[in-house]
């Protein structure tokens, strides 16, 4: 069965990208405009949420209704407040400062665990911290109100777009590579224990070069994985795609717009999926036959 989409927000200027279901809307990334919105589907309106958000990409939802979005251009994690405040959290790592941060998911614990590649879009600003040799994926644990502690946690990736446990927390899936800056893209499964740290990392998915990779994906209620990969120049064209935990593609969808960025499931009973793209409109299909996984808080 396709998956029919309609277009419900946008288009705003630049691409969007991360989603996060709030409880009653779907909050995205208008990261060109450095806005995040607030789609409420019961009246189909759109609000702004945030602005000047320093071209925030990947954001998640935290218990206590606090939001955490990744900087891509002012190279941080910020946390925004219920009272409407936003804290900076740690960009350091091992004293020195991070990448630029595009994806980020919390678990179960309160950690935060952050994809911070180099992007093909520089930040703002001169360069005045280097960059660090590597791009990993970190992992961000809390030391006390407003104190956090940054780890590495990835040692083989070349440049993660997407980070995404699995609904029991003991799978890492990374979305690696960057097809602009020439990297081969793949999808890599690293078994995980409770303290945080991986074991050897197994390849699900590993694409041919010019094959844009995935940028962005969501769990569903099997344990699948739904991802956004591909564009029109070359190779797999824009789609979603759901991958079964062992790396089987087995469903294909057309995407609704090129360049198609991320990917969460929201309404009543995570019964919709909504996708973004580089288009910057905000889509939604309503009949997919999933639904979105609810996590432990």
């Not at 900087?71 to 790592?93: C, S, W």
């Amino acid at each position: 069965m396709a998956w029919k989409f309609e277009r419900v927000a946008g288009p705003f200027k630049g691409r969007t990208g991360g989603l996060a279901w709030d409880g009653s809307a779907m909050l995205v990334s208008a990261v060109g405009e450095e806005r995040i919105m607030r789609y409420d589907p019961k009246s189909g309106k759109t609000a702004q949420f945030r602005w000047w958000t320093g071209r925030v990409n990947g954001i998640a939802v935290a218990p206590d209704g606090s939001v955490f979005g990744a900087q891509e251009g002012g190279r941080r994690v910020v946390q925004y407040l219920a009272d409407g405040t936003a804290a900076q959290t740690q960009d350091l790592l091992d004293g020195a400062h991070h990448n630029q941060p595009v994806d980020v998911q919390l678990d179960s614990r309160g950690r935060v665990w952050i994809a911070d590649p180099w992007n093909s879009q520089a930040p703002y600003g001169p360069p005045a911290y280097p960059f660090l040799p590597h791009a990993s994926v970190l992992r961000m644990d809390s030391c006390g109100p407003g104190l956090w502690r940054l780890t590495r946690v990835t040692h083989d990736t070349a440049g993660p777009r997407g980070v995404l446990l699995s609904a029991d927390e003991k799978t890492l899936y990374v979305a690696d590579g960057d097809v602009e800056r020439g990297d081969i893209c793949q999808l890599l499964a690293y078994p995980l224990n409770g303290h945080g740290s991986v074991g050897t990392s197994r390849s699900l998915l590993n694409l041919a070069f010019g094959e844009r990779g995935i940028e962005g994906m969501c769990l569903d209620s099997d344990g699948n994985i739904v991802a956004c990969m591909g564009w029109a120049k070359s190779g797999t064209p824009p789609s979603v795609v759901v991958i079964s935990p062992g790396g089987t593609i087995v469903e294909t969808h057309e995407a609704p717009a090129d360049l198609p960025m991320r990917c969460a499931f929201g309404d009543a009973g995570l019964s919709s999926l909504y996708v973004s793209a580089g288009d910057g409109a905000l889509y939604r299909a309503t009949d997919t036959g999933r639904k979105g996984v609810r996590r432990k808080s």
